[in-house]
């Protein structure tokens, strides 16, 4: 995959579809991509609660994409789950205004997969990092139930 300047690659979907796991792949292969990423944000911040930060590490994330596109670089991109179209466009007004390609990806799971997967996750952070706040299963169930806005194209 050959990235070309002023090209930003949104990765987007439901949580535990793999997105980090394919964009490892993809800045692991390419030279000169700059990642924004929410979850490398988020986890700047000692002791986040997504409930209490994550309206700052949206923020943040965003100040940080309207920062990297100045420098015309390709850029590919994990942020939040937009819930509507003005959360989206919010996100990438100065991308656009920096005259940046935006190619958007979804990807997706069925809902019981998902679920399975998170159950995994919650064991794991449960064993490697039990002080750690993160989403119960019923608040990732609600979460998946809420669905969130898919640009079009």
């Not at 002023?6 to 979907?13: D, P, R, V």
């Not at 390419?30 to 490398?40: E, H």
């Not at 986890?43 to 209490?52: A, E, H, I």
């Not at 390709?74 to 100065?94: K, R």
Request: hydrophobic share 35%; glycine share 8%; proline share 4%.
């Amino acid at each position: 995959m050959d990235f070309k300047q002023k090209t930003l690659i949104n990765i987007f979907g439901q949580p535990c579809t793999g997105k980090s796991t394919l964009v490892d792949k993809i800045v692991g292969s390419q030279d000169g991509i700059y990642c924004v990423d929410f979850d490398v944000v988020k986890r700047q911040l000692s002791g986040y609660y997504w409930k209490r930060d994550g309206a700052f590490t949206r923020q943040l994330t965003k100040n940080t994409l309207d920062l990297v596109v100045k420098s015309d670089k390709p850029i590919i991109t994990l942020l939040p789950v937009p819930a509507s179209e003005d959360e989206y466009d919010y996100y990438f007004e100065s991308a656009r205004a920096a005259g940046y390609k935006i190619i958007n990806v979804m990807l997706t799971l069925g809902r019981d997969e998902h679920v399975e997967r998170y159950k995994v996750r919650l064991e794991s952070i449960r064993k490697n990092n039990p002080g750690l706040r993160v989403k119960t299963l019923d608040e990732f169930i609600a979460v998946l139930d809420k669905g969130f806005y898919i640009p079009q194209g």
